[in-house]
């Protein structure tokens, strides 16, 4: 069955860091791009990181840059969010999501996760 978990979500106050998870199941991860998504309420989604199927030059919004960093572990089927200096506009429920033939998640993700709630109080 085709999955992508996310977890590590929660509360934490302006400046703290979250590090969030994907965990793939039911696809060959190796061919996907990994993109993190996030969604706040009354704003459309937009994409806050990917990384390519090789774990190589990541991408980053302006928004996030220098704050957030993300890997992936292809043995474990695993991809990371680090996120530090968090601040009360990165609220959002936040998605993971694979995409395939492309490298920095610029096409339609084909599976996306269910999503992981942060909320960053100031």
């Known amino acids: 069955q085709l999955q992508l978990v996310e977890s590590g979500g929660g509360l934490v106050q302006s400046g703290g860091s979250l590090r969030l998870s994907c965990a793939a199941s039911?696809?060959?991860?190796?061919?996907?791009?990994i993109g993190w998504f996030r969604q706040a309420p009354g704003k459309e989604r937009e994409r806050v990181s990917c990384?390519?199927?090789?774990?190589?030059?990541?991408n980053y919004a302006e928004f996030v840059k220098g704050r957030f960093t993300i890997s992936r572990d292809n043995a474990k089927k695993m991809v990371y969010l680090q996120m530090n200096s968090l601040k009360p506009e990165d609220t959002a429920v936040y998605y993971c999501?694979?995409?395939?033939?492309?490298?920095?998640?610029?096409?339609?993700?084909?599976?996306w996760g269910q999503g992981t709630q942060v909320t960053v109080s100031s």
């Open positions: 999501a694979a995409v395939r033939f492309s490298s920095d998640c610029s096409r339609r993700p084909d599976y």
């Open positions: 990384i390519s199927s090789s774990g190589g030059i990541p």
């Open positions: 039911g696809f060959t991860f190796d061919y996907y791009a």
